[in-house]
């Protein structure tokens, strides 16, 4: 169940795929509101941070100010592998694009400014290509 740790394979096979929607990042006290489904959660001191559909943000009243796709790395990628954040991060840095990583159990996940989500694909994929 261990997923690839060849920075190699992983950038070649990573197979980059945008989800439709866009996504917010938003804060909530006391626990998730009802009728909002988070992709992401993260606990923080300060709070609890959610990633969620911007309609759901929008539904519940929430506030946010980064609207952004969501990008799936299709490749399973080993949680201790080496390299893959940094060369993807860095892939995209170079277009002018930023970009904040999420690490599920078998895959990544991006999330870029909306309007600049196709273009990050694109990036993602010239990537790839360049490592077969």
Known sequence: MTGDTDLRTLLS???PELNPGRYVFTMAEGGVPSGVAPVVTVAEQEGLTLVVPQADADAAGMAYDYVAGWI???VHSA???VGLTAAVARALADAGLSCNVVAGFH???LFVPYGQAEQAVEVL???ADADR
């Open 107 to 109: 895959h990544d996940h």
């Open 13 to 15: 096979d990573m197979r």
């Open 125 to 127: 994929r010239g990537l």
């Open 72 to 74: 799936t790395l299709r």
């Open 79 to 81: 949680l201790h592998a």
